[in-house]
T-cell receptor
Framework: GENVEQHPSTLSVQEGDSAVIKCTYS??????FPWYKQELGKRPQLIID?????GEKKDQRIAVTLNKTAKHFSLHITETQPEDSAVYFC???????????FGPGTRLSVLP | EAQVTQNPRYLITVTGKKLTVTCSQN?????MSWYRQDPGLGLRQIYY???????DKGDVPEGYKVSRKEKRNFPLILESPSPNQTSLYFC????????????FGPGTRLTVL
């Protein structure tokens, strides 16, 4: 089955700097890769996603890149702000079903 | 308001006492899932459902049951809870109406003594 690894497990950046979180997946049939943000005590919320027929997607300060050959995808946050501090999860879904596999998460701290 | 609701939000129980966590969505979503979240392990899918009466195992289904008799509801059943099922549980739904984005419920924190 699918296995998703995520690095780093913790990341501290200065406000205004960029943050990059990387994930790798094992199942070449995976075709949908969402990223979720989870603030302390709250539910995960989708922040951006990418499908396997696209190499990059951007939404304001957030971008995701996908390298299907290497089976990895990355989240890029530019001009970080204190409110970006949270745990971020990547996930992969194989085929068109609903079997999602999540990475273990990255705790991002943006220091003022 | 479009939402996924779960009940109860907090539950403390004892080993072996059957319990049900309810999940309901009002977005007419076809797909629903249950996850458990444990520190350092991220979210792990327990079961998912593609539509009414269609369910399938996720990565950690042992010790859990689900049913999907109505489109809006997807209860999670622990017939004989054990301490290793102490966790934070999330229900999620997605469907054509929301572009297949997964919307998560508020979570249920379960403690099994």
């Amino acid at each position: 089955g699918e296995n998703v690894e995520q690095h780093p497990s913790t990341l501290s950046v200065q406000e205004g700097d960029s943050a990059v979180i990387k994930c790798t997946y094992s199942d070449s049939a995976s075709n949908y890769f969402p990223w979720y943000k989870q603030e302390l005590g709250k539910r995960p919320q989708l922040i951006i996603d990418i499908r396997s027929n696209v190499g990059e997607k951007k939404d304001q300060r957030i971008a995701v890149t996908l390298n299907k050959t290497a089976k990895h995808f990355s989240l890029h946050i530019t001009e970080t702000q204190p409110e970006d501090s949270a745990v971020y999860f990547c996930a992969a879904r194989a085929g068109y079903g609903q079997n999602f596999v999540f990475g273990p998460g990255t705790r991002l701290s943006v220091l003022p | 308001e479009a939402q996924v609701t779960q009940n109860p939000r907090y539950l403390i129980t004892v080993t072996g006492k059957k319990l049900t966590v309810t999940c309901s969505q009002n977005m007419n979503h076809e797909y629903m899932s249950w996850y458990r979240q444990d520190p350092g392990l991220g979210l792990r899918q327990i079961y998912y459902s593609m539509n009414v009466e269609v369910t399938d195992k996720g990565d950690v289904p042992e010790g859990y049951k689900v049913s999907r008799k109505e489109k809006r509801n997807f209860p999670l059943i622990l017939e004989s809870p054990s301490p290793n099922q102490t966790s934070l549980y999330f229900c999620a739904s997605s469907g054509l109406a929301g572009g297949y984005t997964q919307y998560f419920g508020p979570g249920t924190r379960l403690t099994v003594l």
